[in-house]
């Protein structure tokens, strides 16, 4: 009896201490998924459900809000305003704003990235510079100078390098009197490390860069560029180009001039979706191969302009601002499933999928 006794006791033991652990561990949180949408002509942010594919809010961040970004716990949402360049920071689990912060973001602050564990904002502005905003500070510790204008961000996966992407601009952009600064053409995408803040390395891409993003893994780094209708396919361990997709168009539509701006990654990374603004259409690329093999086109709303995946990939959204409306695709059918109508003249333009969580992490103490 005894011996059966202690030969239990090291299992009681073990139980035990897996009952107290799941006493004081913190419970699983739950999570909401969001699309955050810039009304690019107002100072609103619109909130979508995205289990219900409903337009459920609108918070004030700004005049002309452009850029988005949020850290892996999803919690929190930073929001560029360009009129005013200001950073507003949103609640995303109460969907409140909690501050404003007008530190000296430059001028017309646009897409930035920020590192997964939310301490370093990688803001662009268009006075041709990117700055690295520290949240826990709350201040800008580092200036890193490109070519051209500060534009478009990507954070690889794992926080460790931040890809810049300055436009080249034109007349349009360079006569903005808050600009003042001498101009110069990119054909490159800068690479820094994201823990030290510095410069390391480039990646030539023949043109100017436009949007882009990158795969699960991190080792494609996808994007459209001036003059490509289509995008091009970056190792990023290696920095260059090798591969490029090009749209298929009818003769009438290759006799239209377009450009490409919007693109993203779904279907566990096998797919990307990318926009051709003039024609009015959403494209499908197999990217499992190389050059990727287009698979699908769309006809969507006038001028789309910017794409999101839902965070499981199955689901893609597309912006389209010249008729203020977003809409919905199911990835694995390849059809419509949805569409949602903004105001009229409110163009909808970035947009962000944030799984945010229900509430704060608890302990049952």
Same mark, same amino acid.
């Given at each position: 009896m005894n011996r059966r006794f202690f030969a239990l006791a090291p299992a009681l033991a073990c139980f035990a201490a897996v009952s107290l652990l799941a006493q004081t561990a913190p419970a699983p949180a739950t999570t909401q998924e969001?699309?955050?949408?810039?009304?690019?002509?107002?100072?609103?942010? !619109?909130?979508?459900?995205?289990?219900? %594919?409903?337009?459920?809010?609108?918070?004030?961040?700004?005049?002309?809000?452009?850029?988005?970004?949020?850290?892996?716990?999803?919690?929190?949402?930073?929001?560029?305003?360009?009129?005013?360049?200001?950073?507003?920071?949103?609640?995303?689990?109460?969907?409140?704003?909690?501050?404003? %912060?007008?530190?000296? %973001?430059? $001028? *017309?602050?646009?897409?930035?990235?920020?590192?997964?564990? /939310?301490?370093?904002?990688?803001?662009?502005?268009y006075a041709g510079y990117w700055q690295v905003f520290d949240t826990q500070k709350e201040q800008i510790v580092e200036y890193i100078h490109t070519l051209g204008i500060g534009h478009n961000t990507v954070m690889s996966p794992d926080g460790r390098f931040a890809y810049l992407l300055p436009i080249v601009g034109g007349p349009g952009h360079f006569a903005r009197p808050s600009l003042g600064l001498?101009?110069?053409?990119?054909? *490159?995408?800068?690479?820094?490390?994201?823990?030290?803040?510095?410069?390391?390395? $480039?990646? #030539?891409? /023949?043109?100017?860069?436009?949007?882009?993003?990158?795969?699960?893994?991190?080792?494609?780094?996808?994007?459209?560029?001036?003059?490509?209708?289509? %995008?091009?396919?970056?190792?990023?361990?290696?920095?260059?180009?090798?591969?490029?997709?090009?749209?298929?168009?009818? #003769?009438? *539509?290759? !006799?239209?001039?377009s450009r490409s701006h919007g693109i993203a990654v779904a279907n566990d990374g096998k797919e990307v979706w990318s926009n051709d603004v003039v024609h009015n259409l959403t494209f499908v690329f197999d990217v499992t191969v190389n050059p990727p093999k287009q698979i699908a086109r769309f006809p969507v709303g006038r001028q789309p302009y910017w794409i999101m995946a839902s965070k499981d990939g199955k689901t893609i959204y597309v912006n389209c601002p010249s008729s203020d409306e977003l809409i919905a695709f199911d990835v694995l059918a390849k059809k419509e499933k949805g569409r949602i109508q903004f105001p009229k003249g409110s163009r909808p333009t970035r947009m962000l999928t944030v799984a945010a969580p229900t509430s704060p992490l608890r302990t049952s103490r």
């Open positions: 969001k699309l955050y949408i810039s009304l690019e002509n107002t100072d609103t942010l !619109a909130v979508v459900d995205l289990k219900t %594919f409903k337009h459920i809010k609108d918070l004030k961040v700004g005049m002309h809000p452009h850029g988005q970004a949020s850290p892996a716990s999803q919690d929190k949402l930073y929001v560029a305003a360009e009129v005013g360049g200001t950073v507003t920071l949103i609640d995303t689990i109460r969907d409140e704003v909690v501050k404003t %912060f007008d530190v000296g %973001f430059g $001028t *017309e602050p646009q897409n930035g990235a920020i590192t997964p564990d /939310g301490r370093f904002l990688y803001q662009p502005s001498p101009r110069t053409h990119p054909k *490159e995408v800068t690479v820094v490390d994201a823990k030290a803040h510095k410069v390391v390395g $480039t990646i #030539p891409v /023949g043109s100017g860069p436009r949007p882009g993003t990158i795969s699960p893994d991190g080792k494609r780094l996808y994007m459209n560029v001036d003059d490509l209708l289509g %995008f091009l396919v970056i190792d990023t361990a290696a920095r260059k180009v090798i591969g490029k997709a090009t749209y298929t168009l009818t #003769p009438d *539509e290759e !006799a239209v001039r």
